[in-house]
C-alpha cells in the first residue's frame, strides 16, 4: 500500500492545477502498487482519499495533529510506502518522518519548487524551516524535484518534468494564417507568470508604428489579472488582448485550435530562480502542439528546439519583432502539432515520468524481503 501525503486543500478554485497534478500521480502509481491512498487537508480537517472518495476525515488544528493522524493511517491500512509532497519542515515533521521510518516505511519526499525560500511568508517558519530541513537526510533515503538537481539537502535526488494527462490536454487543430499573430496564455495568473512583459513589449511595438496585428488572449484568473486589465487600459491595447476568463473542456480547446504561439513562464526571476526547472505549461503546450514562448532554462527541453522561443529571464518587455519571427520561422504549424504531440506522448505522461520512483520503490521492496 502506498500513501501520498499532502498537506494542502485540494476542494477549491485555486487548487486545481495542483490536484490536476496530484491525482494524475495518484492514478500512476494506482497501476503499479496494490492500492494507494492520499491525504488532503482542508478547513482545519484531514482527509484520507482514495479513488476520489472520503474514506476517513478527522479534525487536525496543527501539523502535529496532522501527521499523528497520519501515523494512525499508517498503521490502520498497513501502508508500507509514503510519497510526501512536502510543505515545510519543523519539529513534528521531523518526528514524523523518525516514527515512520521506525516503522518500516518507505518513503519519497517531494519538493515542488528548489529553492523555495522566497515562497515562505512567515520569519518563523522560515527560520524553523532552515533549521530542521538539514535533519531530514536522516530519516529519508531519495526525493524528487522538477529541477535539475543531483541532491537536496543532502537527500539523492531524481529529477522528475511535470507530467499531464494526455488525453485532457489533445492535439489542437491549427488556423489558417490570416496575417494576424495570436499568442495565448493559459494560466493562474500569478506574479511569477510575468505576463505584464508581452504587455509592455506590445506597447512599446504599437508606439514604434508595429504593423502587425498582435493579439494576445489570456485564459485563466489570479491575483495579477487586475493588474493586466489596468495596463492594457494605460497603454491603449484593449483591441490587441482579450481576457477570456477561466475556460475547460471544449472552449478551452477552441482557444488553442485559434491561436498560434502560446506564453509560458516570463516571471521565474521574481522568485530569485535562474531556473532549472519544467513548469506543468511546457507538458501542456507541447502536447497540444502549439510553439511557445519561455524565459528560464527548462530542464525537460534541451534548449534548441524550433518550436519553443527562449527570451531572457528578466524584467524587460518582450520583443515583438522577435516573436514575429519565431512565428515566419514555423513552415508548417500542422506538423510542428503533430511532431510536439508525438513528442509529449513518449515524455510528459506520468507513467514515464514516474517509472524511477517506482523502481525505487520496488528496489527497496526487494532489499526488505532478502
Known amino acids: 500500500m502506498l500513501l501520498y501525503i499532502v498537506y494542502v486543500g485540494l476542494f477549491g478554485k485555486r487548487d486545481v492545477g495542483i490536484k490536476?497534478?496530484?491525482?494524475?500521480?495518484?492514478?500512476?502509481?494506482?497501476?503499479?502498487?496494490?492500492?494507494?491512498?492520499?491525504t488532503v487537508y482542508s478547513g482545519q480537517i484531514m482527509y484520507l482519499m482514495s479513488e476520489n472518495n472520503v474514506i476517513e476525515q478527522e479534525i487536525a488544528i496543527t501539523k502535529k495533529d496532522?501527521?499523528?493522524?497520519?501515523?494512525?493511517?499508517?498503521?490502520?491500512?498497513?501502508?508500507?510506502?509514503?510519497?510526501?509532497?512536502?510543505?515545510?519542515?519543523?519539529?513534528?515533521?521531523i518526528q514524523f518522518l523518525k516514527k515512520q521510518k521506525e516503522k518500516g516505511v518507505v518513503s519519497v519526499l517531494e519538493f515542488p519548487t528548489i529553492p523555495y525560500d522566497n515562497e515562505l511568508s512567515n520569519k518563523r517558519l522560515i527560520s524553523e524551516d532552515k533549521y530542521y530541513r538539514e535533519k531530514m537526510?536522516?530519516?529519508?533515503?531519495?526525493c524528487t524535484t522538477y529541477s535539475n538537481y543531483n541532491?537536496?539537502?543532502?537527500?539523492?535526488?531524481?529529477?522528475?518534468?511535470?507530467?499531464?494527462?494526455?488525453?485532457?490536454?489533445?492535439?489542437r487543430t491549427c488556423r489558417e494564417a490570416d496575417g494576424s499573430i495570436v499568442l495565448l496564455a493559459v494560466a493562474s495568473m500569478e506574479k511569477w507568470?510575468?505576463?505584464?512583459?508581452?504587455?509592455?513589449?506590445?506597447?512599446?511595438?504599437?508606439?514604434?508604428?508595429?504593423?502587425?496585428?498582435?493579439?494576445?488572449?489570456?485564459?485563466g484568473e489570479g491575483p495579477e489579472t487586475d493588474k493586466y486589465k489596468n495596463m492594457v487600459k494605460n497603454y491603449g491595447l484593449g483591441q490587441h488582448v482579450e481576457f477570456?476568463?477561466?475556460?475547460?473542456?471544449?472552449?478551452?480547446?477552441?482557444?488553442y485550435d485559434e491561436a498560434d504561439i502560446a506564453v509560458g513562464v516570463l516571471g521565474a526571476y521574481k522568485k530569485n530562480v535562474t531556473f532549472q526547472g519544467a513548469p506543468i505549461k511546457t507538458s501542456e503546450y507541447c502536447s497540444r502542439g502549439i510553439p511557445f514562448i519561455y524565459g528560464y532554462h527548462d530542464t525537460g527541453l534541451e534548449g534548441n528546439e524550433y518550436y519553443a522561443l527562449d527570451v531572457p529571464n528578466?524584467?524587460?518587455?518582450?520583443?515583438?519583432?522577435?516573436?514575429?519571427?519565431?512565428?515566419?520561422?514555423?513552415?508548417?504549424?500542422?506538423?510542428?502539432?503533430?511532431?510536439?504531440?508525438?513528442?509529449?506522448?513518449?515524455?510528459?505522461?506520468?507513467?514515464?515520468?514516474?517509472?524511477?520512483?517506482?523502481?525505487?520503490?520496488?528496489?527497496?521492496?526487494?532489499?526488505?524481503?532478502?
Not at 198 to 206: K, Q
Open 20 to 38: 490536476k497534478k496530484i491525482l494524475g500521480q495518484v492514478e500512476s502509481f494506482s497501476r503499479n502498487f496494490k492500492r494507494v491512498f492520499y
Open 66 to 93: 496532522c501527521n499523528r493522524i497520519i501515523l494512525n493511517w499508517i498503521d490502520k491500512y498497513n501502508i508500507s510506502k509514503t510519497y510526501i509532497r512536502y510543505d515545510y519542515a519543523d519539529k513534528w515533521f
Open 137 to 142: 537526510s536522516g530519516y529519508i533515503n531519495q
Open 151 to 171: 541532491e537536496v539537502f543532502g537527500i539523492p535526488c531524481i529529477p522528475l518534468l511535470n507530467g499531464i494527462d494526455i488525453d485532457k490536454n489533445p492535439m
Open 193 to 219: 507568470h510575468g505576463y505584464e512583459r508581452v504587455i509592455e513589449g506590445m506597447a512599446e511595438y504599437y508606439k514604434g508604428n508595429g504593423e502587425r496585428n498582435i493579439l494576445f488572449k489570456l485564459v
Open 244 to 255: 477570456c476568463g477561466k475556460l475547460e473542456g471544449k472552449e478551452l480547446d477552441r482557444q
Open 314 to 370: 528578466d524584467e524587460k518587455g518582450i520583443d515583438i519583432n522577435e516573436v514575429i519571427k519565431f512565428y515566419g520561422s514555423i513552415n508548417s504549424f500542422q506538423t510542428c502539432a503533430e511532431e510536439m504531440h508525438s513528442s509529449a506522448v513518449k515524455r510528459y505522461t506520468w507513467d514515464v515520468i514516474l517509472e524511477p520512483v517506482v523502481s525505487f520503490f520496488d528496489k527497496q521492496d526487494c532489499l526488505c524481503n532478502l
